[in-house]
């Protein structure tokens, strides 16, 4: 799995199990506030040899990402 898959696929669970508001836009921030979340709590549990590379780029893969690329694939 990419850092990219990795990212959509915590941002769709972030906002399938979270996202509730009626404001389409709270719901995208909420998912990736959650997903960065995830991403910052397992990096602090990791020693540098144990995947922090991929965990910091999934992290900016979740920064970067937009609910309109990932509904559109």
């Known amino acids: 799995m990419t ?3 990795k990212a959509i696929e915590i941002y769709k669970d972030c906002y399938s199990r979270w996202c509730f508001e009626p ?3 709270k719901n995208v921030l909420t ?3 959650i997903g960065l979340y995830v991403c910052k709590h397992v990096l602090s ?3 540098a040899d ?3 590379e991929f965990w910091e780029q999934v992290k ?3 920064e970067n990402l ?3 690329e990932i509904y559109s694939l």
């Open 3 to 5: 850092p990219k898959e």
């Open 23 to 25: 404001s389409h836009d």
């Open 31 to 33: 998912a990736k506030s």
């Open 45 to 47: 549990h990791m020693g």
């Open 50 to 52: 144990r995947g922090v």
């Open 60 to 62: 900016h893969e979740l």
């Open 66 to 68: 937009e609910h309109s």
